[in-house]
Structures are given as structure tokens and as C-alpha cells.
């Protein structure tokens, strides 16, 4: 079994290179910047992983990896066209450097390109796997859109918020360890619970990320801790703080969220601190860990193959504060 | 064999109701919108036509002509988006009334819809079609990025604008000549002879849109005649008046060019004319009607039962001024 480290390095040999034509040299320069400003590869290593749980990593295997992440940086260069974001991994976004339409057409054909990788892979399962990659491309879709409804209204409940962020965040990361899964020749029942794995380790995943934001130490997050609490953007926390605050407490929140007051990060702060909301958001990412380790424990494979694909789970949500 | 008419009626009756989810609503009312507002369908017809030709029209042609229809509406959205157009059809465009960031999306998902009509084909040539689609998709995705080059230079050659315009509007009807071919069974040779029919109807279609945005009757071309010109685009007219015309005309070209006096379209068309560019065009798109036709003749099948094809051949192309 190869190392997270391993895999990676091997990935990147093969996708460092260009991987779109030199002509239109605009739309594709476009769309191969964005890949060259990296990022950590977990989806496509993700399905080399899954693959290799089951089999020898196979060809097919990397294709889809490439699949995979040509989708992932499309779906980035479109949100942050939609999120106007200036800035991705400290760079200029695709649109900031090359203009809104290139960004939006470059994305476009990367779309394109990842079934293109798609549809080199063996017959016996094409149909299977462009079926999971599309459903998959469209619930990520979907994620967007409510994402963007969930910003117009003023409050959103614990379940609708859960249905957006796994849609937007963690149907990918699950599909990528079934895709693996399925050209390993996994059984239908083992697929599916490397699907389930996939997916609580990306909602585990997200409860970290909306903790570290409100919570996380500022030198080592990397990025401005309060961020979401000064956009008023709809997070576990919050929701949560909501559902158990009392009345005063609610008031309070409102009455901030309303505002942009200097002290605004501070005070929501303390007020998720009485309600406990650091301690129910740390308990509720360990249970949808744990949940993530029960299907991968539930594959009847040898416990050893499964080192890694632990490893890769810790590495994921052992992000300090 | 069955006309144009009766087979879009065919194909509305199941395509007219709604082809996406219920929700997000946002997302799917916005793909939905552009879809009731309508067009000829020209493109999923020729797929049904293309098919007839050499056999029973097949479940698989229709899901392609969904498939192919949802595409070209994608690049519609995202088009309107990149030349915020306001209007289309004599309707509002779809970001302008879903907004910039849901119209993208509901592009994007729409291309990702189409897939998922093709992976529905038999396994015979699910390979072959997602192929020859993907490659189709990609280039209409690099002739859309050319004409935003184009627009950004002073001059084009005729050759450049060719392959720019081929790409960004003829190579689709091409595909659906080709896919309907393919699914009902033609031999390649065949299968190359119908991409050739549609890819030379394509481009004699683009040089009669032009001509008409030139010379045709305002009554009848239901747009302002001379937009092209007040826009400064470059069509095959212009760039073909600039190659014959002399230096005292060229250097009013490029004067008109680079004014906006009230009389520009009257002048331009002063030059045209005295360039003949309105002969030239027409035989020009007469050659590209020829080629077309050369290339049904040429197909082996009964010429009765090329009819309907050849019908739609001249449908397509003859507009009057």
C-alpha cells in the first residue's frame, strides 16, 4: 500500500505537465493556472487510494483521479466567479487574471475534458462511473445553488444547512473513494461504504473548517480567523448557537449579526462559548469521524490495506487550532 | 421518412415538460426558462433526421437530440453571460432574470444533464458518442474564446475566421448529422459524409447571416439591419472587402471603422456593394450549399430517402433578404 505522500508525488508526475492544448493559448492557459496553483490533490489521491484498498492501482484509476480534479478546479474557478473571491491559495483567481469570460469558458471546457479522461477507461464499468461522476457533478451543482439561497434568508435549520454542505462539499470526496472503489472491483456493498466514508469525512471535514475559522489559532489557520462570523455566514456554529441559546442570548446574536460593530468576532465569540458551541462542534466532527471509521472497517479487506486510508482521515480532521 | 415539422412536433411532446428536478428551484426554473423560450430545435431534429436515414428512428437518437439540445443551450446561457446580452428571442436572457451567478450554474448543470442523457445510449457505441460529443463540446468552447480574441484585433484573415466560426457554429450541427448516423448504423464513410453536410450547412448559414445582417430586408430579418456593422464585428463581408477592396476604400473602411458617425451602416454598405461583397457572398454560400449536398449525394443510401435532409438543407438556407 502506497503512502498519501506516495500516491501524490506519483499524481503530480503525471499532471504537472499540460494537460490541455497550447491553442486557444487564452482559454487554456486559463484553465491549466489554476492547476498549476496546486492545492493538496485529496480527491484524485483519494481515488488512487480506494483503488489500491481493493486492487493494484489501476490506469483506469488515474483517469478518473484526472477527471476528478479537472472537475474540482472547474467548480472553483466558477464559484469564485460567483463569490467574486479576488484571491484563491494567496493568487490571483482565474477570473482576476484573465477576465470573467475566459475564466467562465476555460472552466467550462475543463468540464469538458474531465469525461473526456472519463471515457478512456475500460467499457466493463463506463456506463457505472459516468453515472456516479454526473450525479455527483449535479448535487455539487445544486450544493451551489442552495448555498447561495441559504445567504438571502435569515435563518436556516441544522438539516437544511447538513443537505447543503454535504452536497457542496462532501458527495465529491465520497464519490471519489467509491470511483476507486468500483475499478478495484469492489462489491456494490463495499462501494457503498467507501461512499459513506467519503462523504462523513467531508462533513467532518466541514465542521472543522467552520471551527477553526471561529476558533482557530490565527497563526496557524492562515487565514483571518472570524471571517465567517464578519460575513454572517450560516455556519454549524451558528445554527447551533441559535437552536440552544436562550432568549437574551438570541437576541444578542441577532442584534450582531445585524451589525458590523467593531467587537462583532469577540462578542459572538463569547456568546457561542456560553452556549458550548466549541464543545458540541468538536464532539459532533469526532461522531461523523467515527462514523467515517465504522464503514471503513465494515469492508471486508484486510484491516493492514487499511492503514492509509485511516492515516489520510486523520491527516485530514487532526488540523489543529 | 418523416418531415422536419412532424418530427419536432414528435420531439416536443417530450421535451416540452419540465426536464429537471423541482428543486433547487432556482437552479432548475432558470435551465428550465431558456428551454420554454424556445428556438426551432434545429440541431436535436437533425439528429432524428440523420438517423432516419439509415434506419427506424431509435430510443438512443432521441435521448442524443435531448442531449445535444441541452448543450446548446448551456453555451446559450453562458454566451448571453460573456456578451451580456439582455435580450433573446425577444425574451429576457436568463441572467438577466435569475441573476449572473444562478444562470452560470444553470449552464453548468445543463452540460452536466446532457451527459446523463447520453449514458442512457446502448453500449455498442456509448464510447463513440460520448466522444465524438465531448470533442464537439470542447470546440465550441474554443471558437467561442477565438471570436473574443478576434474581437480584440484589428484585422482577421479569411482563414482564421473561417476556422473560428466553423468551430463556434458549425461543428454541432456536424456532430448531430454524424451522431444520428451513427446510431442508426452508417458505415464511417457515411458517418463522415453527414458531419461533412452539416458542418458545410453550418458555415453557408453563418455567410447568410451575415449577408443578411447586411443586405437584408429590416421587414423580414426581424433585427436591425446593420448591427454587425454599428457593432464593428468582423463578418465574412468585411473581411472580404478589406482583401479586394482598393487603398481609397480600404482606408475608409478602417475610418468608418473606427467611427460612429449616423451614416456608417449607409457608407459601409457604399463600400460593400461597390466591392460586389453581396455577390461574392451569395456565391460563396451557394459553394458551402454544394459541398453539403455533394457530401448526402454521395451517402449510399436511396436518394428518396434523402428528401427530407436535402429539405431542410434549404430550409435552412433559403431566407430571403
Known sequence: MHSFLELSQQFEKDFSPRQFPESPANLYDAAQYILGIGGKRVRPIAVLMANELFAPIAEDAL???????????????HDDIMDEAPIRRGMPTVHTKYGQSTALLSGDVMLVVAYEHLNKINESYLREVFALFSKTAREVCEGQQLDMDYEKIATVDFDAYMHMITLKTSVLLAACMQLGALIGGASLANQEQMYAFGKNIGIAFQIQDDYLDAFGNPEKFG?????????????????????????????ALHTLINNQDADKVEKVLEIYKACKVDEWSEVLKEQYLQKAM????????????KTELEKLARFLLDREA
Open 63 to 77: 483517469h478518473v483521479a484526472k477527471a476528478i480534479e479537472l472537475f474540482h478546479n472547474f467548480s472553483l474557478i
Open 223 to 251: 487565514k483571518q480567523v472570524g471571517g465567517d462570523i464578519i460575513a454572517n455566514k450560516k455556519t454549524f456554529l451558528l445554527i447551533h448557537a441559535l437552536n440552544v441559546a436562550n432568549d437574551e442570548q438570541k437576541l
Open 294 to 305: 465504522a464503514s471503513l472497517e465494515a469492508i471486508n479487506v484486510l484491516s493492514a490495506r
